[in-house]
Nanobody
Framework: QVQLVESGGGLVQPGGSLTLSCASS????????MGWYRQAPGKQRELVAQ???????VYTDSVRGRFTISRDNAKNTVYLQMNSLKPEDTAIYYC??????????WGQGTQVTVSS
């Protein structure tokens, strides 16, 4: 059973930066496709960035060039470096580990608020 724990969220001013971390216990993250999703109030959860087991990355258009997803398999941790943050980036950010359609795990989420 994979357990994911996110950290690093908080309040930041527009233009600022944050780094989110997602650490795993009970599982080896290197065998999973890892993703960061977010859900803003009143909106559906959306994929923000994804990194495969071979380090291929995908980003949603609104964050490409500002966010960077990375993984450290030795530390069983995935990161999301977020730069040039905008108020519209405000959301709860969730970490996801996907191996098959029937095997996906979620973290509990971490709040990111971008406001002056």
């Amino acid at each position: 059973q994979v357990q994911l724990v996110e950290s690093g969220g908080g309040l930041v001013q527009p233009g600022g930066s944050l780094t989110l971390s997602c650490a795993s216990s009970g599982g080896i993250l290197r065998i999973y496709v890892m993703g960061w999703y977010r859900q803003a109030p009143g909106k559906q959860r959306e994929l923000v960035a994804q990194i495969t087991t071979t380090y291929n990355t995908v980003y949603t258009d609104s964050v490409r060039g500002r966010f960077t997803i990375s993984r450290d398999n030795a530390k069983n941790t995935v990161y999301l470096q977020m730069n040039s943050l905008k108020p519209e980036d405000t959301a709860i950010y969730y970490c996801s580990a996907l191996r098959t359609i029937s095997e996906r795990y979620w973290g509990q989420g971490t709040q990111v608020t971008v406001s002056s």
